[in-house]
């Protein structure tokens, strides 16, 4: 099974600064890779997936996400956040053929006015 | 469309009591997973099932179990609650290949004290 590290655990920012999340993954033969985002008291929900093609993928909410395979990194980034973007973000990895995720701790998003 | 839903959003158990989490959806996903979700943990896969009447053991299955007896309707027993278990339990489901990004429900908050 993968091995999915999120390397910040906390990420405060203020409003209209950029954001980046990082993700690192075990090495695999080919893998798919999420991004989820969980808003207080609520379920996750997708926010960007590589599966193969362009490196560079782009999401909801202005979100997007490059896939380097050489550093096993999915590192996740907004150019301006809103209050609205506080949240929890979950990098999820699944290796090729298997249905099933593995995620990371998760990374808490705090944006500040 | 409700999705994927879970009952009850709340509930407090004595140890040694016992639970049934439901959880249903609506979209005729064949793929369906349980999830539980500790403070700076990620998500753990508890059980997953890949059809009615198929289920399976994730990573962390011990002291529960399941049953899917129609695609709808999947389940989670808790058998003699421990305070190990307190915990965020998610569902959710998916379509058939890896390709499809997991749906998930709002989630049963519980407490074994």
């Known amino acids: 099974a993968q091995s999915v590290t999120q390397l910040d655990s906390q990420v405060p920012v203020f409003e209209e600064a950029p954001v980046e999340l990082r993700c690192n993954y075990s090495?695999?033969?080919?893998?798919?890779l999420f991004w989820y985002v969980q808003y207080p008291n609520q379920g996750l929900q997708l926010l960007l997936k590589?599966?193969?093609?362009?490196?560079l993928v782009k999401g909801i909410n202005g979100f997007e996400a490059e896939f380097n395979k050489s550093q096993t990194s999915f590192h996740l980034r907004k150019p301006s956040v809103h209050i609205s973007d506080t949240a929890e973000y979950f990098c999820?990895?699944?290796?090729?053929?298997?249905?099933?995720?593995?995620f990371g701790a998760g990374t808490t998003v705090t944006v500040r006015a | 469309n409700a999705g994927v839903t879970q009952t009850p959003k709340f509930r407090i158990l004595k140890i040694g009591q016992s639970m049934t989490l439901q959880c249903t959806q609506d979209?005729?996903?064949?793929?369906m997973y349980w999830y539980r979700q500790d403070p700076g943990m990620g998500l753990k896969l508890i059980y997953y099932?890949?059809?009615?009447?198929?289920?399976d053991k994730g990573e962390v299955p011990n002291g529960y179990n399941v049953s899917r007896s129609t695609t709808e309707d999947f389940p989670l027993r808790l058998e003699l609650a421990a305070p190990s278990q307190t915990s965020v339990y998610f569902c959710?489901?998916?379509?058939?290949?890896?390709?499809?990004?997991?749906?998930f429900g709002p989630g049963t908050r519980l407490t074994v004290l």
């Open positions: 959710a489901s998916s379509g058939t290949g890896v390709y499809n990004e997991q749906f």
């Open positions: 090495s695999s033969v080919s893998v798919y």
């Open positions: 590589y599966l193969s093609g362009s490196t």
């Open positions: 999820a990895v699944s290796d090729g053929g298997d249905y099933k995720l593995s």
């Open positions: 979209m005729n996903h064949n793929y």
């Open positions: 099932s890949v059809g009615a009447g198929i289920t």
